[in-house]
């Protein structure tokens, strides 16, 4: 089962995932919520918690946690492949 509080990075235009996290602090009043990405998206999910954190919740929110790992799969080629990922998660200030 995944986590109602986590957003997973991918293709989509940039602020739809700022929004997406903007709205678990103030819609649903999650008090954590992780930011994931894999491979070429990390830098993006980067992007997203900074200015999720520092310009739409007015340094409201802080990092307390960055998770950095990777993965190897066989892909369809048959080769095996290793992929890094990275969890950050951001924490309502009291």
């Known amino acids: 089962m995944v986590d109602d509080n986590s957003i997973f990075i991918g293709n989509k235009p940039f602020m739809n995932y700022v929004t997406a996290v903007v709205m678990q602090f103030t819609t649903k009043n999650t008090p954590e919520v992780v930011v994931k990405a894999r491979g070429k998206f990390i830098s993006r999910a980067v992007d ?3 200015v999720s954190a520092k310009r739409f919740l007015d ?4 990092v307390t946690g960055i998770k950095i790992d990777s993965e190897e799969f066989t892909n369809k080629e048959g080769r095996d492949v290793r992929v890094s ?3 950050i998660t951001l924490v309502k200030k009291q």
């Open 85 to 87: 990922n990275i969890e």
């Open 59 to 62: 340094n409201g929110v802080e």
């Open 48 to 50: 997203v918690a900074e």
